[in-house]
C-alpha cells in the first residue's frame, strides 16, 4: 500500500477528494487497473466470484444471501435491484429525508411501483415507531426502503431499529448501503433484510464503475419476469453467473482488479472496525477544527455519520460558494457541494484515503481560504426548523 497518509497536498499533485465517492484511492489500487483481463477468461471468472464471496463474508451473508455485482454506478444497482425485487403490484414505504430518498422514490415512479413517503426533510432520521405505525395502518406495503448514510445531509439512519420493526410486522427491507457498507458494521443473521446495495467506490476505497446488492436467496429466486429492463434485471443477471460464472453483459474488467486490490487493503487495515475507526477519527477531528472556525454543522452531533458531514455556509456578504471551492481546489483539496433546499450548506467527506495530516491541512487550507476571502468567521445561524436538533 503506497504511503498517502504522509503525503502533503500542494501544488501539481492531484487533489485530495473530501466527497462521499468517488474518493481519494492509493497508488495500488490505480496500479491494479494497468492489466487487461479477457471477460470471458477463467481467471477474470474467478476474480468475480472472489469479489461476492468477500463481500457476502463482510456482511456475514455467506449462508442466506447472494451477491449480485451490475455494471454502472450505484444508482444503477438501486434501480436494478428495486425492479428486481418488488412485483408490480408491490408497494414500497419510501423513507425520505434527504436527496436520496428522493431520487428511491423517483426511481419508483419510473418503474412504475406504488408507493407512500415518509418525508422527515432534511434534519431527522426517519423512527422505528413511525415506521411501525405507517405498516400497521397501511398492510398493503409490501417493503421498506431506506437510506443507511443520507449523505446529502450527512445522517446516519437507524437502520438496526427500523428493519427489526421491518421484520416483526412481516415486511421485505430494502437498504441503500451506498456509502456505509465497508465501514458501518452489517450482519446479515442479525439485521434482516432482503437487499442491501453498494458501490465499488466509497467505503471499501475501489474507483467507480459498478455496484453491487446482496440478496436474500429466497427472496430472489422468486422474482423471474419482475424487472422492467434487460441489462438491470438481478433475477438473469444471478442465473446467469451461477450457471457461467461470467456477466450477462461486458463486465468492468479493470475496476474488478482494483476492487479486489481494494478489498485487500480494507482487510489489511482491520476489516470493517479498522476502516471505521479511521472514518470516526476523521470526522471527529474535521468537525472540531471546523467550529474552532466558527462553522457549525447541519445535524446535532447525535445524528452525524461517520462518512460526510454537512456544515451551513458562513452567514458573510463576502461568501461564495464557487470562489470558496476553487480556493480550496488551489490549496490540494476538493469538496463537496450542499444538497439542501432550505439552507445554503457545503459537506466534507470523511472516507477514502485520508488521515490526520490531510485533515489538518484541509482545515489550514479553509482557514487560509476565509482569511483570503476576508471573511472573519464561518459562523452562520441554524435553520429555526432545525432549531430543535441544535
Known amino acids: 500500500m503506497s504511503d498517502i497518509k504522509n503525503t502533503p497536498a500542494h501544488e501539481g499533485q492531484p487533489p485530495y477528494l473530501l466527497t462521499p465517492g468517488p474518493i481519494t484511492t492509493t497508488a495500488t489500487v490505480k496500479e491494479a487497473m494497468l492489466r487487461d483481463w479477457g471477460s470471458w477468461d477463467g481467471d477474470f471468472r474467478a476474480m468475480t466470484k472472489q469479489l461476492c464471496d468477500q463481500l457476502l463474508i463482510v456482511a456475514n451473508a455467506v449462508d442466506s444471501h447472494v451477491c449480485v455485482p451490475v455494471q454502472g454506478s450505484g444508482t444503477f444497482a438501486v434501480e436494478a435491484t428495486l425492479a428486481s425485487l418488488v412485483p408490480k403490484d408491490g408497494k414500497v414505504l419510501v423513507l425520505m429525508n434527504g436527496a436520496y430518498g428522493q431520487r428511491l422514490a423517483k426511481t419508483l415512479d419510473y418503474l412504475g411501483r406504488d408507493y407512500v413517503a415518509l418525508d422527515k426533510g432534511d434534519y431527522l432520521p426517519p ?119 461470467q456477466w450477462r453483459f461486458t463486465p468492468p474488467t479493470h475496476i474488478v482488479a482494483a476492487f479486489l486490490q481494494a478489498m485487500a487493503e480494507h482487510e489489511a487495515e482491520g476489516g470493517v472496525a479498522g476502516r471505521l475507526a479511521r472514518y470516526q477519527r476523521n470526522q471527529q477531528r474535521l468537525v472540531a477544527g471546523m467550529k ?69 491541512q484541509v482545515l489550514q487550507a479553509i482557514a487560509a481560504v476565509l482569511d483570503e476571502m476576508g471573511i472573519d468567521s464561518g459562523h452562520a445561524e441554524l435553520p429555526e426548523q432545525n432549531a430543535v436538533t441544535a
Open 127 to 245: 423512527m422505528p415507531e413511525e415506521v411501525e405505525e405507517l405498516l400497521t395502518q397501511d398492510t398493503g406495503i409490501t417493503h421498506v426502503t431506506v437510506i443507511h448514510c443520507e449523505t446529502s445531509s450527512g445522517i446516519l439512519n437507524p437502520v438496526p431499529e427500523i428493519a427489526e420493526v421491518v421484520a416483526c410486522l412481516g415486511r421485505r427491507l430494502i437498504i441503500d448501503s451506498m456509502s456505509a457498507f465497508g465501514a458501518i458494521p452489517v450482519d446479515a443473521q442479525t439485521l434482516p433484510f432482503d437487499a442491501l446495495i453498494s458501490s465499488a467506490n466509497k467505503c471499501f476505497e475501489g474507483v467507480p464503475g459498478f455496484g453491487f446488492s446482496i440478496i436474500r436467496r429466497s427472496a430472489l429466486e422468486n422474482c423471474q419476469g419482475y424487472a422492467h429492463s434487460l441489462s438491470l434485471d438481478l433475477y438473469e443477471q444471478w442465473l446467469y453467473m451461477e450457471k457461467t460464472g
Open 292 to 360: 474552532e472556525l466558527g462553522f457549525r454543522t447541519l445535524l446535532n452531533e447525535k445524528w452525524l455519520s461517520p462518512i460526510i458531514v454537512t456544515f451551513l455556509s458562513p452567514q458573510n456578504p463576502r461568501f461564495d460558494f464557487e470562489e470558496f471551492y476553487n480556493r480550496i481546489k488551489a490549496h490540494g483539496f476538493v469538496i463537496y457541494p450542499g444538497k439542501l433546499t432550505v439552507v445554503d450548506s457545503f459537506r466534507l467527506g470523511c472516507i477514502g484515503q485520508l488521515y490526520d495530516e490531510q485533515i489538518d
